[in-house]
């Protein structure tokens, strides 16, 4: 019997209307365009304004697109997973909404949180219940709406992250396409430094904290900065060296989008030119769980059946990791 491999199949994504500009920061905190294009490569962001919509509408549109580009009925899927960082509500898992909202009734749901690397940690669960043999369709949606714990008069974070939604599917091949190799870490040093620090079980919701602004991300950005162009970049060599890569076999890098300088870095550690480095961080942003697909949905036209791909990130915990996958489909 041949090897299962999980390969990804189909692809969708959503970010919404509203484009929250440099210069439009420039009006609400102390900054400039220069700055932030220098030091991030970001010039806009989009935002979910309408605050009766949460992480949940972002994936449901994301999740839309992909099952109508592929003509896929959704009773066929097997299972959702939703990588996410900002869940609608705490404890009711988003992903069962999503799945029941766009007619996955033969699907079961869960939440995937691991921060910034949730998507390439979902890549890996997808993968596993692919290669199990016992299902056959697997949705992965990362989405964020870190419009919703962004401080906007806090200009270490605001000019960083933006809203938006990017699914795939998942599905059998037996033909060496698909997932390869995975290298994932995690390091627990990582928590003061890029973290929320009220809402959780150590300090509930109370008026001292919303009063004191407990309930917006802080991010210690030096410190993350420098633990991201280490560790992102050695996740890809090694990745790379276990499967005896070089940056002519790589095709694609899918870096996670969270700054220009740290996408560089890996792709320099790599060998890789510019030209083989996917990259829409101007146009959204760190969309944080959503950067990975939405970076397929942009180059999804550019990439061939077969072509050697890497993905990475880094986040908060902290979490990082690369995976090595074979592409499955042209899409032209």
Not at 218 to 223: I, L, W
Request: proline share 3%; with cysteine.
């Amino acid at each position: 019997m041949s090897k299962i491999n999980a390969a990804i199949t189909a692809v969708g994504g959503y970010v919404p209307d509203y484009v929250l500009t440099n210069q439009i920061l420039e009006t609400m905190v102390d900054t400039n365009d220069e700055w932030i294009t220098t030091r991030t490569g970001i010039k806009e962001r989009r935002l979910l304004k309408d605050p009766n919509k949460g992480t949940s509408y972002l994936a449901i549109q994301a999740a839309k697109d992909l099952l109508e580009k592929s003509k896929t009925d959704p009773k066929d899927i097997d299972m959702i997973i939703l990588a996410t960082a900002t869940p609608d509500m705490p404890v009711a898992a988003t992903g069962v909404y999503v799945a029941s909202e766009i007619g996955a009734v033969n699907a079961f749901s869960y939440d995937l949180v691991a921060a910034c690397s949730s998507f390439l940690y979902g890549m890996s669960t997808a993968a596993r219940y692919i290669e199990s043999g016992r299902y056959k369709k697997v949705m992965l949606i990362g989405a964020d709406k870190m419009s919703s714990i962004i401080d906007y008069e806090d200009r270490a974070t605001c000019i960083i992250f933006g809203d938006g939604a990017g699914a795939v599917l998942f599905e059998p091949s037996e033909d060496g396409l698909g997932v390869v190799d995975e290298y994932l870490r995690s390091d627990g040093i990582g928590r003061e430094h890029l973290k929320i620090d009220a809402g959780g079980s150590i300090l509930p919701a109370s008026h001292d904290t919303v009063e004191n602004k407990q309930h917006y991300v802080f991010q210690d950005g030096k410190t993350v900065f420098k633990f991201a162009v280490s560790n992102m970049a050695d996740a890809c060599a090694q990745v790379m060296d276990r499967n005896n890569l070089s940056g002519d076999d790589v095709q694609w890098l899918v870096p996670h989008q969270a700054n220009k300088r740290i996408i560089d870095a890996a792709a320099r550690r790599m060998e890789l030119d510019d030209d083989k480095v996917m990259m829409n961080i101007h146009r959204y942003g760190n969309t944080t769980s959503a950067t990975l697909p939405l970076c397929l949905m942009d180059y999804e036209s550019q990439l061939k059946k077969g072509d050697n791909v890497v993905f990475a990130s880094f986040g908060g915990g902290f979490t990082w990791g690369a995976i090595y996958l074979k592409w499955a489909y042209d899409s032209n």
